[in-house]
């Protein structure tokens, strides 16, 4: 199932012996675009300390309750390696904590576009449309100290869905507009389409981008490059949230962007 980012914000995740708290960030790997990590505030459980996930601990999305299950006790949660989740992660603190779960790290996982980043496999109607999230002082100190880290010992790799949400889009020939929300796919939690408001450019419009067409993110100049132009952006459809996204919808947007194989 397809599912609107920032829907899932908020989502309660819930232990198998009880709720621990709720998500409130996504962490994602720019190499690949899957999501590595859930970022989970524990509130009044654990005197709001966060803690990260990894998305293989995972269990099952309800929509109804707004919940997610994970594979993993209270307890090992509360034990589980101390992140600073408002500091740039590392490679090293990544290992310790699937280490510490008994998952292995997947640093070269690529585009499996049928069960990994990318477009292909698990068609659905979105699960909704929230906004984009909003971009607090914390979040940008945290912006500094991450381009700072990815300098020294950071992920270089490793990016905030929180901190990606709201940076503009810059087209071959110019900026287009921003991000605001990304869609993901439960099943192996890649990341499928950005969306992207384009209405500081023209009016209104709101069109999806692959992030195959993704070049690079620019932290400091919070900019993410495509490598295509402006034109081909204003010439796809506008994105219709209740639209199903299945098979036909996908041949069409790839015709479109002129994306020819399913590989990465």
């Known amino acids: 199932m397809l599912w609107n980012g920032s ?7 819930s232990a198998s012996d009880g709720k621990i708290g709720k998500i409130s960030d996504f962490f994602f790997d720019d190499t690949n675009w899957l999501v590595r990590w859930l970022v989970v505030d524990t509130g009044n459980w654990l005197s709001s300390r966060k803690v990260l996930l990894p998305t293989s601990a995972m269990d099952h999305l309800d929509t109804d309750k707004e919940e997610c299950s994970i594979k993993l006790t209270k307890k090992q949660i509360e034990e589980s ?19 510490y779960y008994g998952y ?11 069960g990994g980043a990318g477009m292909a496999g698990g068609y659905g109607y979105l699960g909704g449309m929230g906004g984009a999230m909003p971009v ?7 912006e500094e100290e991450m381009i700072l880290a990815r300098k020294n010992s950071g ?13 503009h889009i810059n087209a071959t020939d110019g900026e287009i507009g921003h991000v605001e929300d990304m869609i993901i796919q439960d099943a192996d939690w890649g990341i499928h389409y950005l ?5 500081n450019w023209w009016t ?7 992030p195959r067409s993704v070049k690079d993110i620019n932290s400091e100049d919070e900019l993410v490059n495509i490598s295509v132009n402006r034109q081909k952006v204003k010439d796809r459809e506008a994105y ?15 015709a479109h962007y002129g994306i020819t194989s399913v590989a990465a």
């Open 7 to 13: 829907k899932i914000i908020g989502y309660a995740i």
């Open 81 to 99: 390696p101390k992140v600073d989740t408002d500091k740039p992660v590392s490679r090293q603190m990544e290992t310790d904590v699937y280490g």
């Open 104 to 114: 292995s790290p997947y640093w070269n996982s690529g585009y499996g576009m049928t």
């Open 136 to 142: 607090s002082s914390a979040s940008k100190q945290r």
């Open 155 to 167: 992920d270089v790799h490793l990016r905030s869905v929180e901190e990606v949400t709201g940076y």
């Open 195 to 199: 969306v992207i408001d384009t209405k």
């Open 204 to 210: 209104g419009k709101k069109v999806l981008i692959s």
């Open 240 to 254: 219709d949230a209740s639209e199903m996204i299945d098979p036909a919808f996908e041949e069409k947007f790839r």
